[in-house]
């Protein structure tokens, strides 16, 4: 670009052209800073201060000025918008002189926009590169210390596997032991216990052959009650003992046949009650043990035929799911209220008096201990008044 001693613009190339964005006759003829002001939005902005400052040197001393590199901001076209868009400028002030006077001054600029924006362009590949890095160092590094905390954990991984190991064989052990206790203690507590009633048969003879048995009858009746309540202890507190999937090992059982020789069991108590029992759903065949299965079965429909102040009326149906079978035996009984759920599951828990309904309140402490045995879980839904639903799974 030409500019005359005034800074007034007298001729521009077709290249200056293209990197100011401008025509010819926007700019020929007027003041090189009305042409190309700064741009007002940037408080920094500070490119035609030095380009002034660099002309004014020109002019006074006819030399040239190389200026440092300059970012500028061009105001686009107003058809493109007129946006002003940062350039970047290698500007140098060429004096023209003649007879030793200031003619004109040769404003050349190499627009380096484009190298600059590839230069920093490649620093912050650089710079990403550089993070990445280190990131990958971190990473191996934490890497390398979580390898090292695995290896730690497995070897007490190993070691807690190996005495669980150790204590499942001894608990098996100790299982075993004390199913044989409760079998020798129960026959060895059972044979006194047949004696001590064999005695008190003999003496109720005699005071009956002596006329004296109506005075005693009633501590008779209470004594022939407790060695009933006492004998069902027994065998309760041994099938109690027994349960454990250890020590039998697990058959393939049909359901409903379990079922049906329960029901078969109970068919006098079912008969005296006038009981209606209804069995609906698919009956699978489980793993289990018979006997214990049985018991099952046998403690919940015992109970609903029991626990009933009317006609009762009991319905088993069975239910699958993905990976369980669904038992439930419902009856129309005496029902529970929910504060009791947990609590009658435990040991020789009972909500009646044993005038009002016989047991020994390990019926349903049997029942969770064999289905927890199998692997699966009880439960119960029940209205007071209106009866109650035991639910227990048993996996596929």
């Avoid at 700019?27 to 090189?32: D, I």
């Avoid at 004109?104 to 190499?110: F, G």
């Amino acid at each position: 670009m030409v500019l005359d001693p005034a800074f007034n613009i007298c001729e521009v190339s077709d290249k200056y052209l293209e990197a100011s964005m401008r025509t010819r006759g926007e700019l020929l003829g007027k003041p090189v800073f009305e042409a190309f002001p700064e741009n007002p939005a940037d408080i920094m902005a500070n490119g035609a201060a030095r380009l002034r400052a660099s002309l004014m040197y020109v002019a006074e001393h006819k030399k040239i000025h190389v200026m440092p590199l300059q970012r500028y901001d061009i105001r686009e076209p107003a058809e493109k918008g007129g946006a002003y868009v940062e350039r970047c400028w290698m500007p140098k002030n060429i004096p023209v002189v003649q007879d030793g006077q200031l003619k004109y001054i040769l404003h050349v600029v190499e627009d380096v926009t484009s190298l600059l924006e590839l230069t920093s362009r490649d620093k912050a590949i650089r710079q990403k590169n550089s993070e990445i890095g280190l990131r990958l160092e971190e990473m191996e590094e934490r890497v390398s210390d979580s390898l090292h905390e695995l290896s730690v954990m497995n070897e007490k991984l190993r070691q807690v596997n190996t005495e669980l190991m150790l204590r499942s064989k001894e608990l098996e052990r100790s299982n075993l032991e004390l199913s044989n206790f409760a079998m020798t203690a129960s026959h060895d507590i059972k044979a006194p216990f047949r004696v001590v009633g064999n005695y008190i048969g003999l003496i109720e003879s005699k005071l009956r052959n002596k006329g004296l048995l109506p005075e005693y009858e009633n501590y008779f009746s209470r004594i022939y009650s407790a060695r009933e309540r006492i004998a069902a202890l027994l065998d309760d507190l041994l099938d109690f003992a027994m349960v454990s999937h250890k020590v039998t090992p697990l058959e393939n059982v049909d359901s409903r046949a379990c079922v049906q020789s329960v029901l078969d069991n109970l068919e006098s108590v079912i008969q005296e009650t006038s009981a209606q029992i209804e069995i609906s759903g698919s009956w699978p065949k489980v793993r289990a043990v018979p006997s214990q299965l049985g018991q099952l079965f046998q403690n919940l429909i015992a109970n609903g035929l029991k626990f009933n102040s009317g006609v009762p009326h009991i319905s088993i149906s069975v239910q699958s799911t993905d990976k369980h079978y669904v038992f439930c035996v419902r009856d129309n009984g005496i029902g529970i209220e929910e504060i009791y759920f947990e609590r009658i599951f435990n040991v020789f828990q009972r909500l009646n008096s044993s005038a009002d309904y016989k047991g020994t309140g390990l019926g349903l402490a049997i029942c969770k201990r064999i289905v927890t045995a199998h692997g699966g879980a009880i439960w119960l839904e029940s209205t007071p008044g209106e009866g109650t639903a035991f639910y227990f799974s048993l996996p596929r």
